[in-house]
């Protein structure tokens, strides 16, 4: 298994995705559009409703999910 790019966390109302890697960093800088408030610390949080399609997106660019 290979060392996780975005680690992931449901933290019951919400998921939390923190990029780990600089390639995650990219791929979220240039493929998610989200405000200032969605993230906490290195965290972007998102209602339940969005995390599947964001962890989606993320594995299909390749990136390694924990």
């Known amino acids: 298994m290979n060392a996780p790019d975005v680690l992931i966390n449901?933290?019951?109302t919400v998921f939390g995705f923190m990029p780990l890697t600089p390639k995650a960093n990219c791929w979220f800088n240039e493929n998610v559009e989200t405000q200032p408030w969605l993230w906490?610390?290195?965290t972007c949080v998102v209602e339940h409703g969005f995390?599947?399609?964001l962890a989606s997106g993320i594995r299909d660019a390749g990136l390694?999910?924990?």
């Open 10 to 12: 449901n933290e019951g």
């Open 64 to 66: 390694e999910l924990a």
């Open 40 to 42: 906490l610390g290195a």
């Open 51 to 53: 995390a599947l399609g």
